[in-house]
């Protein structure tokens, strides 16, 4: 048995939907792998999973929109001179 993390979606489009496990944290920071074989989305072999999983059929997306970009970009440029 082998298990792989990545955040390479690419991956998706080659391994069987029974392969593929999905973490999902709530805002509490509690976990919860689900397969997304699992769900009630008919996934048929002209379905393309990497794009349902974009979408969000299967969450798990990371949300960054409370980031503030700018203000990292300025401590990269400090640490990086």
Same mark, same amino acid.
Do not use: W
């Given at each position: 048995?082998?298990?792989?993390?990545?955040?390479?979606?690419? $991956? $998706?489009?080659? /391994?069987?939907?029974?392969? #593929?496990?999905?973490?999902?944290? =709530?805002?509490?920071?509690?976990?919860?792998?689900?397969?997304?074989? =699992? &769900? =009630? /989305?008919?996934?048929?072999?002209? !379905? !393309?999973?990497? =794009?349902? &999983? $974009?979408?969000? $059929?299967?969450?798990?997306?990371?949300?960054? @929109?409370? #980031?503030? &970009?700018? !203000?990292? &970009? @300025? #401590?990269?440029?400090? /640490?990086?001179?």
């Amino acid at each position: 048995q082998l298990i792989i993390t990545t955040h390479n979606t690419m $991956l $998706l489009e080659s /391994i069987d939907p029974k392969s #593929i496990y999905v973490i999902y944290v =709530d805002y509490k920071g509690n976990k919860r792998a689900s397969c997304i074989d =699992d &769900y =009630d /989305i008919r996934i048929q072999k002209n !379905n !393309n999973v990497r =794009d349902m &999983y $974009l979408k969000g $059929l299967f969450g798990g997306i990371p949300y960054s @929109g409370n #980031i503030d &970009y700018s !203000n990292i &970009y @300025g #401590i990269l440029n400090e /640490i990086k001179d």
